[in-house]
């Protein structure tokens, strides 16, 4: 690179979106910023006793241009003048009902506050019975549909949501021209487009949750899905045949959203991904090593030379798609529905009385209260873990990490978590700990699933939030694992991967590997087993699994 040459990673996460600019060159990071949702924040349009979690694309609209906005006055005089490029990921499946010409039906007028006109985010699980019935239906067509993602539909995607939301709402039926994923919108708005038909869709998405293959020549044909349900007559008509690689350019940023955004007209903007596509880029991920993108949830990442595949099909697993990833590598993902959310639910457990007794008093001011409060459930993960790292791994209480279902291996998303080995000496920390390790024994799961059909996993990267901020989670997790994590430096792999794959698509770098080895910072901590730890985890790791298939096995047969 003969000039400087900024680019734009903008990382769409469940809580808030982040964006940095990022010099090429060298990876080093410009200017980054971040935006809570606030209609999010607030709770509003979502109902978590019945599992519907819906996101307001003004949160997105407002999000991406405070963020940006925020970054180019960062950067200082001159800065837009630099940037030539600009990449976004965002989570998935989170797919929203869309008229012909691409806009959300909540921007339409009549829809605004109607939650189903709304992205449907990843973690919502209203489609439960949409999913099993796709799995039922595929079970009896003469064409394995399923074989490219571990064998199992998930409520978590793209057509079970789509089904449920045309069941549950006429009037987002009849105004329902096209299904799109958020990682497809953000980059079709950008670039002004004006016909969904003409949207590029990323080969990450519609490969790992929409059932797009080459080997079927695009999506299932209209057939399998009109036996499904009349209501999905047609609409492979208006979905897409073909999809994109996220290092090719989706088009250029319109001279409306370049004033906007304050940047220049005519920049690259290009295709999008999921966040852990692109994070476990940013993480500079390995062939054969996982990359866990660790937050709210996990999403682990695999990549192997195609060659190396062949014909190949892992069972269990949230999909494997050529190119999802990395060009020309098979890109596998499996992943957790809770991880972070479950040490979440156990601190907002604890803090219940903070928030709901403290009207009992007259005593105490309420700001004052409100500010302890929040300082006291702040902390109070932090302090759960120090605690509970005293603890042997030896302890009667014992947990299943269902709590938001299974998704990786085998997705189930109507199981139930558990608790066991209760008694009047288990304490906070205690059941803080039983919960910790079995999100471990959900990783383990998943690395079993690689392993047991001959897909070697030779090492682990951690990333995001967790990795970053828990060295108690990260030490357990290469306990349980019996292998070492290395935890990237980075503290946004996300943001900075949507950066490395706009560098490509701006035709900085001929290949995303080398944008990755120019731009990847490297690994700052790594953990290692405990050899003395082994002998009792692999013995719980066994009561584990016993738990989750008895659970399993109850919760289906009284279903």
């Not at 682990?300 to 990395?326: E, F, H, T, W, Y």
């Not at 929040?374 to 873990?385: F, M, P, Q, V, W």
């Not at 690689?450 to 990333?463: D, E, N």
């Amino acid at each position: 690179m003969k000039e400087t040459n900024w680019v734009i990673g903008v990382d769409f996460g469940t809580d808030s979106v982040r964006a940095m600019i990022v010099d090429a060159a060298n990876g080093d990071e410009v200017a980054s910023a971040i935006f809570s949702y606030p209609r999010w924040r607030d709770g509003l349009y979502c109902d978590p006793q019945n599992q519907r979690f819906r996101q307001h694309p003004l949160d997105y609209i407002e999000g991406l241009e405070d963020t940006i906005r925020s970054c180019l006055r960062q950067a200082g005089p001159g800065a837009s003048g630099m940037i030539c490029a600009l990449s976004i990921d965002s989570t998935g499946s989170t797919p929203v009902a869309v008229d012909s010409g691409g806009t959300p039906l909540s921007l339409l007028s009549g829809f605004e506050q109607d939650p189903d006109a709304m992205f449907v985010l990843w973690k919502d699980h209203t489609a439960v019975l949409e999913a099993s019935e796709i799995n039922r239906h595929a079970a009896n067509s003469t064409e394995d549909y399923l074989q490219f993602v571990g064998g199992v539909y998930s409520s978590e995607w793209f057509w079970a949501k789509l089904l449920h939301i045309l069941r549950a709402n006429p009037a987002v039926r009849l105004a329902c021209y096209s299904w799109v994923e958020h990682c497809d919108w953000i980059p079709f708005l950008l670039c002004g487009g004006s016909r969904v038909a003409e949207m590029k869709r990323s080969v990450c998405a519609a490969g790992h949750k929409a059932l797009w293959s080459a080997e079927f020549g695009g999506l299932p044909p209209n057939a399998f899905f009109s036996s499904l349900d009349k209501l999905l007559d047609g609409f492979t008509d208006r979905l897409f045949t073909r999809t994109s690689a996220a290092s090719e350019g989706a088009g250029r940023l319109s001279p409306a959203w370049a004033e906007r955004l304050g940047l220049t007209k005519g920049l690259v903007v290009g295709v999008g991904a999921f966040d852990a596509h692109m994070g476990a880029v940013g993480g500079q991920i390995e062939p054969y090593h996982l990359s866990k993108v660790m937050g709210t949830s996990t999403c682990d990442m695999l990549v192997a030379p195609l060659a190396d595949m062949g014909n190949k099909l892992v069972r269990g697993i949230c999909g494997q798609v050529p190119g999802s990833i990395l060009p020309g590598m098979m890109g596998m993902e499996a992943g957790q529905s809770a991880f972070g959310d479950s040490y979440a639910w156990f601190r907002d457990l604890l803090c219940w009385p903070l928030l709901h007794v403290h009207s009992l008093s007259s005593d105490t001011d309420p700001e004052r209260y409100k500010s302890l409060a929040g300082e006291i459930s702040a902390s109070l993960i932090s302090e759960l873990s120090l605690q509970a790292a005293r603890l042997p791994p030896a302890q009667p209480e014992f947990a299943l990490d269902w709590l938001n279902g299974r998704r990786s291996p085998d997705a189930n998303q109507s199981l139930k978590a558990a608790l066991v080995g209760l008694q009047l000496g288990s304490d906070a920390p205690r059941l803080f700990r039983s919960i910790v390790e079995s999100t471990c024994f959900g990783a383990k799961a998943i690395v079993d699933c690689f392993t047991s059909q001959h897909v070697p996993v030779r090492g682990l990267i951690g990333l995001g939030g967790v990795a970053k901020k828990s060295g108690f989670v990260m030490q357990m997790m290469a306990d349980i694992l019996e292998m070492p994590i290395r935890i990237h430096r980075s503290e946004q792999t996300c943001a900075m991967g949507a950066a490395m794959f706009a560098a490509t698509a701006a035709g900085l770098y001929g290949r995303v590997e080398e944008a990755m080895e120019a731009m990847g910072k490297g690994f700052d901590v790594q953990y290692l087993p405990e050899p003395s730890h082994q002998a009792e985890y692999r013995r719980r790791y066994n009561k584990y699994r016993q738990l989750g298939n008895f659970v399993e096995k109850e919760f289906t047969a009284a279903q």
